[in-house]
């Protein structure tokens, strides 16, 4: 069974960095799409950013550019989002995603990944 954990997150004052990390196990599942996608309460889910283990397909929302960072460590099968600058319109829950196959869509559209992290919690105070 494939399960995305997530680590990182938590409060930051406007300014400061936070890193998220998202481990994809089993190491067998090592071909894939990620996603980096937020929510707030009342809104729908957001996609922030996206890579793929076998290069490309990086994509940032606008309102992350230059500010966000995606990566991925094949050795170690987990994906990395570095927020820098945050500001307090980051604020949300933030979950990475994964799919195992081409998407059809576009890599912003939450539908188009199957496997989801459980979720951390970014808090950018002003």
């Known amino acids: 069974q494939v399960q995305l954990v997530q680590s990182g997150g938590g409060s930051v004052q406007a300014g400061g960095s936070l890193r998220l990390s998202c481990a994809v196990s089993p190491s067998s599942y090592n071909t894939y799409f990620m996603g980096w996608f937020r929510q707030v ?17 990086v994509y940032y929302a606008d309102s992350v550019k230059g500010r966000f960072t995606v990566s991925l460590d094949k050795a170690e099968n987990t994906g990395y989002l570095q927020m820098s600058s945050l500001k ?39």
Do not use: I, L, N
Not at 41 to 57: D, L, N
Not at 96 to 110: L, R
């Open 41 to 57: 309460p009342g809104k729908e889910r957001e996609g922030v950013a996206s890579s793929a283990t076998h290069g490309g397909f």
């Open 88 to 126: 307090h319109e980051d604020t949300g829950m933030y979950y990475c995603a994964a799919v195992f196959s081409v998407y059809g869509g576009s890599w912003d559209s939450a539908k188009e990944y199957t496997y989801w992290g459980q979720g951390s919690q970014v808090t950018v105070s002003s």
